[in-house]
């Protein structure tokens, strides 16, 4: 199975204004692609693929000679990413749904590019006990391997995000089955505060340091708006904000792989909500601000049962916060009403604790419950 190992790059100057050399002429190579396939498309009504792009790949590296400094596969995989462009774009057009041509890129909006093998010979290659990494075109840069890289290097992307850079390698690793566990647990995707519940009555809440710098966020994003468009000032606080939102995103993603990594660790069989009917059933006031963390967390939490050989059900979440798991009363209740007792059975429940109960006992009532084991996105 494949995994991502993200790091954090420290170019010299020098070096920066390479990896920014780089990623402009991917971006002019893609956009010139693009138009190409879209100037045969209007005039013709024909495709051009792949292989009859990458042809010109010698000859533009022979006439511009600053191609020369981008190793040819990261711009085999420019090419690569346009024909992902156009192949989804083909794929809606045949399934009637709104097709999205696909778009030129802007500057400052093409921000990675891809070596798609590893090794000296296609352009990328650990040095120095993990201290630094050689980039075809840049040199050697300083890295930090702030935990071990694991089996085999497939790809290296090279990323921008603000004014930091980061290296994404994916690579084979072999599966590392955990010790079997008949524990089941049900989780039901908390209201505020709670990120989730589970069926043993366990309430998850987001970490303090995550909620003090969301409020931080809040603090700034008022400040900014007081503040002159284009001036100095602004501009600043537009930086503090974007810092922020790299952090709050970073702190994001440890949480979920830890909570997700105490799950599996535990239980055998993990049942959620199917999100996709999630959202298609509940009222919009229904689940709060952790909405966009979910399908983060549960795609977390799939790749890390994979890996473990866990179980992960997802379950069709209607009537969930509903019925009563003793006895199967089924009653519409306020969202205020947290706590209550079952009017047909005498049950002292929790909403979210008889939801997450729910939940487990409809992996076992459907058995065509989804299991799902997606692979991981970058
Ligand atoms: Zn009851």
Known sequence: MLKAFKYR?????????DLERTLELCRQLYNSALQERRDTYRRAGQRVTFSQQSCYLPQIREELSEYKKVHSQVLQDVLHRVD?????????????QKPGYPRFKGKRRYDSFTFPQAGA????????????VFLFGI???????????????????VKREG???????VCEVEPKPLPENNRAVGIDLGTNPHFLVTSDGEKVEAPRYYQKTQEKLAKVQRSLSRKKKGSNRYRKAKLRLAKLHRKIANQRKDFHHKLARKLVNTYGTIVHEDLNILALSRTPVAKGVHDAGW?????????????????????DPRYTSQDCPVCGRRERRPLW??????????????????A?????AKAWAEPSGKVSLRSPGL
């Open 139 to 157: 040199g050697s840069v300083k890295l930090k391997l702030h935990r071990p890289l694991e089996g085999q290097i497939k790809t290296a992307t």
């Open 84 to 96: 992902r462009a156009f192949q989804g774009f083909f794929r809606r057009v045949k399934r009637g």
């Open 295 to 315: 399908a983060e967390f549960l795609k977390i939490l799939a790749y890390k049962a994979a890996e473990a050989g866990r179980r992960v059900i997802a379950v």
């Open 337 to 354: 009403v947290r706590e209550y007792t079952c009017p047909s059975c005498g049950t002292p429940l929790h909403r979210d604790v008889a």
């Open 163 to 169: 004014d930091h850079w980061y290296i994404v390698f």
């Open 356 to 360: 997450a109960q729910n939940i487990l």
């Open 121 to 132: 010979n296609y352009g990328v290659k650990i040095q120095d006990g993990g201290k630094r």
């Open 9 to 17: 790059l420290y170019p010299t100057k020098p070096q920066t204004g």
